[in-house]
């Protein structure tokens, strides 16, 4: 994943792949307890797929703050960028 959108478009298929969640739900705007109904279980599972396609633990402090898809997007951007 180079950019921003690859990120989106991955993040469309854990959430319909994990939360059964409609696609067209899912933009950036898009928050996550109330928009996409993810609750703490959920963002667990969430923080697990993150890992997996970053490669790199995600800590609980960086991830407290995330409330919409855009977050999402940019944590993972900024993991990916990271050396």
């Known amino acids: 994943m180079k950019n921003q959108q690859e990120i989106l478009q991955k993040l469309i298929e854990i959430f319909d792949d994990l939360f059964e ?26 923080v697990i797929e993150l890992k997996k396609i970053t490669g790199k633990r995600i800590e609980p402090d960086d991830f407290k703050e995330v409330r919409t898809v855009q977050d999402v997007v940019e944590q993972v951007d900024k993991l990916l960028n990271q050396n």
């Open 21 to 46: 969640t409609d696609p067209a739900d899912i933009t950036l705007e898009a928050t996550l307890y109330e928009d996409l109904d993810i609750d703490s279980i959920d963002a667990v599972d969430l």
